[in-house]
């Protein structure tokens, strides 16, 4: 890596999350900003796409302007401008994209697309300085399960993928459904605590041919037609159990295809990342397997696991020493795969 320090200003708004930082070097944090729409959505049950947009832009100018005088920093003293292009909600990432790209040509700064997902595998080399590529990373948010080997900065290669609902989006359907509402993920952990999780024996699905790949939508479908049966025979259900059942059954599905990769592969470093892995039962659960086979497991903090600007300032560094630049033609890709590049 070079010696010069790299100053990038990131910006990330692919969801419900308004956020820019200041970052040097992909690993020191001059600042860290993010407005919440959390409260907004909620009265919805979940993110409203349209209304996420909005706020977006009427947020961003407040939380870029924050950021730069959090970091004692001006735009003229920023080396690059980063920003989320993919995937996530197209509207709410066009407003991040146009944004970065109008401060990169304003002030004749370099642009660097980030993916979403990449940015979350590099929330672990924030606090965890001495981390380095190769390891195993597993991604667990709303949107996404991604189970990656991390061969080199910038470099990965997917070994399983969610097949349908990811495991964030699991845990909101599912709390939804037993009255918790929204944001699920906190609210089950929560409430988790409470109840028995072996009262239910929710399904642990596994993808025939695809060892590594993963399936929550049976385990929702399973957990809904619990609730239903209970409600048709006037039973009351015990809405901590069933949280904590099927947080369980979500822990032991994580933890059965990340040591299986772990064992095949013989890594003996793995991270978590996203926002499900703020999750306490997640990390208790891996903190006890790979103390238990000697394996080094590295996580952000709560607030580098869901959405934020340092993660893609982080990502952008190691693409600006590899040499990405990206045109004023870079485009929001909603659905934008990992791996892939914007040509």
Known sequence: ????????????????????????????????????QIDLHTLYGGVVPEIASRKHIENINYVIDKALKDADTTLDDIDAVAVTYGPGLVGALLVGVAEAKAIAFAKNKPLIGVHHIEGHICANYVENTE??????????????????MVEDYCQYKILGKSRDDAAGEAFDKVARAIGLGY???????????????????????KVT?????????????????E????????????????????????????????????EETGMKKIALAGGVASNTAIRKAFTEECTKRGIDFYYPSPILCTDNAVMIGSAA???????????????????????????
Not at 131 to 148: A, D, K, N, Q, R
Not at 188 to 199: L, R
Not at 209 to 225: H, Q, R, T
């Open 209 to 225: 041919g695809s060892e590594y790949d993963f399936s929550f939508s049976g385990m929702k479908s399973a957990v809904l037609n």
């Open 1 to 36: 890596m070079e010696n010069k320090e790299v100053k990038i200003l990131a910006i990330e708004s692919s969801c419900d999350e308004t956020a820019a930082a200041v970052v040097v070097n992909g690993r020191k944090v001059l600042s860290n900003v993010i407005a919440s």
């Open 183 to 205: 944001p699920g993920g906190p609210k089950i952990d929560k409430v988790s605590v409470e109840g028995n999780p072996t009262a239910f024996d929710f399904p642990r699905a």
């Open 227 to 262: 609730l239903n049966a209970h409600k048709m025979k006037g039973e009351e259900i015990n809405q901590a159990d069933v949280a904590a059942s099927f947080q369980a059954a979500v822990v032991d599905t994580l933890i059965a295809r990340a040591m299986k990769a772990v």
């Open 317 to 343: 560094y190691f693409e600006y020493i590899k040499g990405t630049r990206h045109g004023w033609d870079l485009n929001a890709i909603p659905n934008l795969k990992l791996g892939e590049k914007y040509e």
């Open 131 to 148: 981390l380095e590529p190769p390891f195993l990373c597993l991604i667990v948010s709303g949107g996404h399960t991604h189970l990656v």
